[in-house]
């Protein structure tokens, strides 16, 4: 069954690191305990991420509302810097991105996971598409991240 049957079934569910609940975390930590606790195997992959891009934004905003979904099964060493693919809903398409696991990460930046095996959910994820996204350059969003970084040192 592919991810799109799975995800309109309920099968994938949205995932937080405990320390996300409550604020921020660092993407070394959120893989570590992935790794560690053998919960990496059941989260979403590229592919998948792919493939729920070319459903659109009307699913994605269906399912994932304004949060950045991630893949943290496809975790990938570019340029000595290792990052995470990610889907987010911008106006009216799904962008496909990377973003650096060594940044602080929130609720809103929740790992796509097989709903089976999801430790750690929280009802408090919700997908209110009633939000209006945070729309940043790619200059802004690395300038974000650095000042999240240096906040959590």
């Not at 320390?19 to 305990?33: A, C, M, N, P």
């Not at 408090?124 to 969003?141: C, F, G, Y």
Request: aromatic residues 8%; negative net charge; charged residues 35%.
């Amino acid at each position: 069954m592919n991810i799109i049957n799975k995800i309109e079934k309920g099968e994938f569910s949205l995932w937080l690191h405990p320390d996300q609940i409550r604020g921020y975390v660092e993407g070394d930590k959120i893989l570590s305990h992935l790794k560690e606790n053998n919960l990496l195997e059941d989260c979403a992959t590229l592919e998948d991420l792919e493939e729920i891009q070319k459903q659109g934004v009307e699913f994605y905003r269906k399912h994932f509302g304004n949060k950045f979904v991630y893949a943290w099964k496809s975790v990938r060493n570019r340029n000595g810097d290792l990052r995470v693919p990610c889907l987010c809903g911008l106006d009216d398409r799904v962008v496909l991105d990377w973003d650096w696991v060594d940044v602080g990460w929130d609720d809103d930046s929740p790992a796509l996971r097989l709903a089976s095996s999801t430790e750690n959910s929280d009802p408090k994820i919700s997908v209110s598409s009633d939000l209006n996204p945070l729309v940043l350059s790619d200059e802004e969003r690395g300038v974000l991240k650095r000042l999240i970084k240096r906040i959590l040192e």
